[in-house]
């Protein structure tokens, strides 16, 4: 079975650290890219970041660009966020997504097409 | 960055009626549109991508369409199973999500 399990959530400090751990299991972790996708209490769906498949390439949504590191271990199959300086803003369920990409045509599609069930962040004094 | 605009922003519907839920771009995307679907604590799921294309497994009574800035996705027959809050999301470039459309049962 294809699947995504997140870790590593909890309640931290405004201005502390969390790593988040996303381990996959069911398919070949090193032949995808991977997304953090977050959201807010109540909120909607935000991206956070995205990786490619051996970790050479990554970007970041302005909002944590500077402060959240994405990585991955494929000998491990696992997918990390490291999340520093953290703010009250970042409170959120963070979900991560394999991303399933294809060209047709030239043209590069993509989506997200397994998510993790999401870990808890919750960043308060 | 592009920006996903939904509407309605919520619907109240009945089971058998046939919804309609827009999703506008700040510029053309082309095709590059996926949709999904969320219930409550729940994981997003993938309905449809590159704007008309069904997800495996997900009921042909989802459909979507569209390309440049308009797209669109229809539930033909609303069964009870699919209240539930859906989102577009670009792929274009880096990712968007338009802020929710969330169908309620009227």
């Known amino acids: 079975e294809v699947q995504l399990v997140e870790s590593g959530g909890g309640l931290v400090q405004p201005g502390g650290s969390l790593r988040l751990s996303c381990a996959a299991s069911?398919?070949?972790?090193?032949?995808?890219?991977m997304h953090w996708v977050r959201q807010a209490p109540g909120k909607g769906l935000v991206w956070v970041s995205r990786i490619n498949s051996d970790g050479s390439s990554t970007s970041y949504a302005d909002s944590v660009k500077g402060r959240f590191t994405i990585s991955r271990d494929n000998a491990k199959n696992t997918l990390y966020l490291q999340m520093n300086s953290l703010r009250a803003e970042d409170t959120a369920v963070y979900y991560c997504?394999?991303?399933?990409?294809?060209?047709?045509?030239?043209?590069?599609?993509?989506?997200?097409?397994?998510w993790g069930k999401g870990t808890t962040v919750t960043v308060s004094s | 960055d592009i920006q996903m605009t939904q509407s309605p922003s919520s619907l109240s519907a009945s089971v058998g009626d046939r919804v309609t839920i827009t999703c506008r771009a700040s510029q053309s995307i082309s095709s590059y549109l996926n949709w999904y679907q969320q219930k409550p604590g729940k994981a997003p799921k993938l309905l449809i991508y590159a704007a008309s294309s069904l997800q495996s497994g997900v009921p042909s009574r989802f459909s979507g369409s569209g390309s440049g800035t308009d797209f669109t996705l229809t539930i033909s027959s609303l069964q009870p199973e699919d209240f539930a809050t859906y989102y577009c999301?670009?792929?274009?470039?880096?990712?968007?999500f338009g802020q929710g459309t969330r169908l309620e049962i009227k």
């Open positions: 997504a394999r991303e399933f990409h294809y060209y047709d045509s030239s043209y590069y599609y993509y989506y997200m097409d397994v």
């Open positions: 999301q670009q792929s274009y470039s880096t990712p968007h």
């Open positions: 069911g398919f070949t972790f090193s032949s995808y890219w």
